[in-house]
């Protein structure tokens, strides 16, 4: 009915293009006359980063409205915000989430997580979440029920390389694991947007078939730009006869994201490419050194291949 209707209009403002599927299952949602607390009226001491609806000088408390399973450890979340309302997050962007009193001595513990959602969709945003064992807020959010209240900031530091990411001709991407939602977010605009016709090359690890996040979506985009991207899946477990091979959609690799991978898939160093990185704390020391620091570090492998600072993004 209408509900579903509005549930899949994820039309792209402005452009007139339909950006593709994010989700694969309706999921498990609030009722339809479920209510939104709406922000209080903004006091003029309230600060933002960027144009994100979330302010960055305090936390934002909104309601979990919906939940799906994307695979065996993964979860898609849904949070509500006031009706008609994006959560206009600018590319490349993450936001804070806050899993209260989890720490040591009951402190808060805050990560950063990237919407997989576009701006496009209206009253709410979506959060494709992986479990690693042992992780504090992935399983804090895997218990949480509809209609639970999770708080949410942006501030400057999770204001990333900005689109359209002037004097950049060709982009190679870099991730492993749930480190693919930041560079779908770069994806989204890269391949939706009229006129921006550059090469992409994408490099995505992951232990196994089973393990891949946004399949389905990343093939959707290779068989609408054959000529610009080229998506390469790197399975450090997976076995070599289980049949899941190369396609006219995509590349399969067997092994980690390492130095010969890149030197062969990624675009050379020069002036106007840019490699983009997201991935665990232990993927960033190898590649290009620690997401907190936005020189390249020497003896990664990105160094060793000759790129430069200003040729690499920490997503």
Known sequence: GRHMAEYFSHVRLRTGFAPTRVLTKAPRALPIDATVTEKKAEPAE????????????EWTSLPLCGRFECSHDSTVYEFALPRCTSLNLPACSCILL???GLGPNGADVIRPYTPISENGMLGKFQLLI?????????NYMYKLKLGDRVQFKHIKFNVKKQYPFTGIKTISLICAGSGITPVYQALLKLMYTPEDNRKVVLLNGNRAKGDLLLFEELRSFARAY???LTVVHCLSQEPLNNGFCSTDEYIVEHGRIDEDKIRRYCF?????????????????????????????????VLHRLG????????L
């Not at 309230?46 to 000088?57: G, I, V």
């Not at 992986?130 to 992935?138: E, Q």
């Open 46 to 57: 309230l600060e933002y980063a960027s144009c994100c609806f979330l302010p960055s000088s």
């Open 98 to 100: 806050q899993a209260p």
């Open 130 to 138: 992986k479990r690693y064992a042992g992780a504090i807020v992935s």
């Open 226 to 228: 054959p000529r610009r």
């Open 268 to 300: 050379p160093p020069s002036d106007d490419t840019c490699v983009m990185v997201c991935g665990l704390p232990v993927m960033y020391e190898m590649w290009c050194g620690p997401r907190s620091e936005p020189e390249l570090k020497e003896g990664t």
């Open 307 to 314: 790129y430069s600072t200003s040729m690499v993004a920490k």
